[in-house]
């Protein structure tokens, strides 16, 4: 059975479940090392995560420290692990503790590095940002695979800027489904009854100033036609007052955390429309990134809504799916929506709906595929550079 060490830099963060989760049905034994934003860790199905500690949003400077506080008793807290066959480090941080543990375990360790973000300090011809990629050069020049969710991250980032010369192989962040039973689609009602809002959904991970005011101004100048309903972890740093702002507004409502994927079939099943958008690090990430919504909302029938000139807008064209802004204002999106009817709804959702399901999901071969992926890596049998997607 293949030994996966799995280094990630936020155990809470529920995509490390999921690839977890991901590694397991594939075959593999996996060990989870990392750090978290929280208190409290989630359960991992039997795995006790290693941890390494505490590290804050948007705190670069105090990530850096932890790692290297965490390289220095790395050694102990791996004391009595088991040598891994492999090694995936999850974004930056980690492929720079990935390399530490080579000199634990030894050199000829494989490292794999995971790359689902493009950080706004690797951008740019500043000194800060040179250097950034010039340590991801360094602790990457060994890695053995690259794992990234968008051809755009490849495209726009790790071609032009020269970052990675190992194999890639795509993981997009499709809803894991390994028996079908947690995540049963229930799609939308066919239209919405003539008394109730059209209602759009911003689920997940909430860090975009810009899209609260924009939506806030949208439902406001339709007079309540379309209602936005919140549903996640809001990333509170990026807000002056995020919970004051929704309170504040009349056609907008913040209803908490959710089980992921318990919960899904609910939350996406009462909106007509996913906000597919994120203006975070705009013209960057922001634009490079397929977003975990993307699925989620695509795997319930749910209509999504994105920018045009991003990675996802080019997703969604080359389906002909979804409803595309060309610019984030107010006034663009009542044009969008301005002669939206049950009927025009209902074949957009239609679209969707009639989507392959391997189009939103992962299943078990999708698992196996990853891991296999893995075991030729590490027994140095992969050494071509080439995209490989695992759905």
């Not at 390289?71 to 530490?100: C, F, Q």
């Not at 299943?363 to 030729?376: F, Q, S, Y």
Request: proline content about 6%.
């Amino acid at each position: 059975m293949l030994h996966v060490l799995y280094l990630v830099h936020d155990l809470c963060d529920p995509a490390t479940g999921r690839r977890v989760a991901m590694l397991q049905a594939g075959g593999a034994r996996v060990t989870l090392a990392g750090f978290r934003r929280h208190d409290v860790v989630p359960d991992f199905d039997g795995i006790v995560p290693i941890d390494l500690g505490m590290t804050s949003d948007r705190a670069f400077g105090q990530r850096l420290l932890a790692v290297a506080r965490a390289a220095l008793t790395l050694g102990a807290r791996l004391k009595g692990v088991a040598r891994p066959d492999v090694i995936i480090g999850r974004n930056l941080e980690m492929l720079a503790l990935s390399n530490r543990v080579r000199t634990i375990f030894g050199a000829d360790m494989p490292v794999v590095y995971e790359c689902l973000d493009i950080h706004r300090l690797l951008l740019g011809q500043g000194h800060v940002s040179r250097a950034m990629r010039g340590a991801e050069r360094f602790f990457g020049r060994d890695s053995v695979l690259l794992l990234t969710s968008s051809p755009a991250f490849i495209r726009d980032y790790f071609e032009p800027y020269g970052q990675s010369c190992a194999p890639v192989m795509l993981l997009p962040n499709k809803m894991l489904e390994l028996d079908g039973a947690s995540t049963t689609a229930t799609p939308p009602a066919s239209s919405k009854r003539p008394d109730e809002p059209w209602r759009i959904g911003w689920f997940g991970a909430l860090r975009c100033t810009k899209s609260l005011e924009l939506l806030a101004a949208f439902t406001r100048a339709t007079q309540g036609r379309f209602e936005v309903v919140l549903r996640g972890r809001p990333a509170r740093v990026e807000f002056d007052d995020f919970d004051g702002f929704v309170q504040a507004e009349p056609h907008m409502r913040f209803e908490g955390a959710y089980r992921n994927p318990g919960d899904l079939p609910s939350i996406y099943g009462e909106v007509h429309f996913s906000w597919a958008i994120d203006f975070f690090e705009e013209g960057m990430n922001s634009n490079w990134l397929l977003p975990n919504r993307l699925y989620e909302g695509g795997r319930f029938g749910v209509v999504p809504i994105a920018m045009n000139g991003t990675e996802t807008a080019r997703f969604l064209t080359e389906r002909r799916l979804g409803l595309l802004l060309e610019e984030a204002t107010v006034e663009a999106l009542v044009a969008r929506f301005g002669n939206l009817t049950p009927g025009g709804y209902d074949a957009l959702r239609d679209a969707m709906t009639a989507q392959a399901p391997e189009t939103w999901i992962c299943g078990p071969a999708d698992c196996r595929r990853l891991v296999e992926k893995l075991r030729r890596v590490a027994s140095g049998k992969s050494g071509e550079v080439l995209l490989e997607a695992a759905a």
